[in-house]
């Protein structure tokens, strides 16, 4: 009852007597979120290059949690030849190219092949490696499988984006492709018996599957050969030359030969201070707790910035037809009625079109804020209604002006019946930070899928992550049914 009172007397108090200071947070909270660190792509003294940092052995973390691998190596001989700080960014292969042409970086190291299709969108350099598309089996199916023809009518997986997608759609499409978002799903999907085979780099899959152990075998000779180059966005040929001179100077030097065989050699796999499985059990903890950290710092930003724009806009749709009512719900009814990972897509991306470059983090407390925002004022106005009209009535005529009625009477009520609605919407919004990941966000699940690409356990670190959600939300939610069943003690059963 005391938090009910407090907290909105606090929230509308103002010298003018209006709801000022709400909506002055509201803004000043989307401002700060606006005026946060921004990822520069285009600052002269240094490279920001992008990769997935789930690649083994291209690029992922080693047993200290720190990126390595042939591509990481690669972008550090680039930026040395270059003589400018060098920044990875680790993002998702499915979003790494719009990323690029929305300028949140200036290239991609992750071992991208050359096509004529991106050629359309991006401008190379000189090819760094030259590898080849590997179809790899079941080590069981000594003769059964012994080439990609053998696979009519059968499973076959690839990660989503990748060339090798493209090559089987259009070259097999009387195999059923199947895509993932790393290969360590389609590793899970082989040992569960879902897939019949996959296609990756010939590099990658003999070294990943030697590394984890795992029971397959290449089938058949290359399916084609690929020529992995750096893209960078359209209009920069200064820069696409100058990494080009890098490269054949790394050439020259032997630096790129030296990398081959330190990541490709024949004891690459075996070499224990390069092997992928040895990430400590605490380097693992502390990254699971580091990205844990950044969830929660989302979710509360996000939750206090929508809550601040949820009421007036509660407000708003409790009242009588006007412009602005029609305004509101038609913004609420358009973010309720879209999938959030659009929302975020369309915030990360979309904002430099207008000439914002905004952070991943602060894309993702903007794109939250403002979905939770239209969830939660509709719990607003649902708590809004289920006061009695006369009890409005009764206020105004002991000569309390409306904002008084409103402070005193109306909205202590209103936010005492609408608590367990608004703690069960904050729980939807803690979860939803999962997607975030997508942009390149380092939150917990992003962190998790790190370790997965090292570990290839996924049953076991997508468990814990859920505990740690789980262990976080559930006194939320006995929270949210304990202050409901105090609600219907009080006479509010039927609201």
Same mark, same amino acid.
């Given at each position: ?13 103002? !010298? ?98 050359? %096509? ?6 991006? &401008? ?8 080849g598309a590997q179809l790899f ?25 990748? %060339? ?20 360590? &799903?389609?590793?899970? &999907? ?23 152990? =795992? ?18 966005? !359209? ?12 490269l054949e100077a790394l050439d ?31 380097? =693992?903890?502390? =990254? ?44 609420? &009814? ?8 659009? !929302? ?46 006369? /009890? ?10 409306? $904002?008084?009625? $409103? ?39 992003? /962190? ?12 076991? $670190? ?14 939320? =939610?006995? $929270? ?16």
């Open positions: 009852m005391l938090i009910a009172k407090f907290l909105p007397s606090r929230i509308f108090s103002s !010298q003018a007597g209006k709801p000022s200071v709400l909506i002055g947070a509201a803004i000043f909270c989307l401002l700060f979120s606006f005026l946060a660190p921004r990822a520069q792509a285009s600052d002269p003294e240094q490279l920001t290059v992008a990769l997935t940092g789930k690649y083994p052995p291209f690029s992922f973390y080693d047993q200290n949690g720190e990126l390595t691998g042939f591509d990481v190596d690669v972008s550090r001989g680039v930026a040395r030849e270059l003589g400018v700080e060098l920044k990875i960014v680790a993002t998702e292969w499915d979003g790494i190219l719009a990323g690029l042409l929305a300028g949140k970086f200036d290239a991609i190291i992750g071992s991208m092949a050359i %096509t004529a299709e991106r050629e359309k969108q991006v &401008d190379f350099s000189r090819p760094y490696y030259v590898s089996v079941n080590a069981e199916n000594d003769t059964e499988i012994a080439s990609i023809n053998d696979l009519d009518g059968r499973r076959v997986g690839a990660v989503l984006g990748e %060339t090798f997608e493209h090559y089987l759609t259009e070259k097999h499409p009387e195999i059923e492709t199947v895509t993932y978002k790393s290969t360590v &799903d389609i590793y899970q &999907d082989m040992l569960n018996g879902r897939l019949d085979g996959f296609v990756t780099d010939r590099l990658v899959g003999g070294y990943q599957i030697k590394s984890a152990e =795992m029971p397959f075998r290449p089938a058949g000779p290359l399916l084609y050969r690929e020529q992995m180059g750096i893209p960078l966005a !359209q209009g920069h040929p200064v820069l696409l030359a100058r990494i080009n001179k890098a020259n030097s032997g630096f790129m030969a030296d990398l081959q065989r330190k990541w490709f050699g024949p004891a690459a796999a075996d070499n224990g201070a390069v092997r992928s499985g040895e990430m400590s059990n605490r380097t =693992m903890a502390l =990254m699971l707790l580091k990205g844990f950290g950044v969830t929660i710092g989302i979710a509360f930003l996000s939750l206090l910035c929508g809550f601040l724009l949820a009421v007036p806009a509660g407000v708003v749709l409790n009242g009588k037809s006007s412009p602005l009512l029609l305004i509101v719900r038609t913004m609420v &009814d358009f973010v309720r009625g879209t999938p959030v990972l659009i !929302q975020l897509f369309f915030v990360y991306f979309g904002a430099p079109q207008i000439g914002l470059t905004i952070s991943p983090v602060t894309s993702a407390i903007i794109t939250l804020s403002i979905n939770g925002a239209a969830y939660m004022a509709e719990v607003v106005r649902s708590g809004l209604m289920a006061v009695v009209p006369g /009890q409005k009535l009764a206020a105004r005529a002991l000569g309390l002006s409306p $904002f008084q009625v $409103f402070r005193f009477v109306v909205w202590p009520q209103a936010f005492r019946i609408a608590i367990p609605a608004l703690v069960n919407s904050s729980v939807a919004l803690l979860k939803d930070t999962a997607l975030v990941s997508v942009i390149s966000v380092a939150e917990v699940v992003r /962190q998790a899928q790190s370790i997965i690409s090292v570990t290839y356990n996924p049953m076991k $670190f997508y468990f814990i992550v859920a505990l740690m959600f789980f262990v976080f939300t559930y006194p939320l =939610m006995k $929270f949210a049914g304990r202050w409901e069943k105090a609600l219907k003690k009080r006479g509010y059963a039927d609201d």
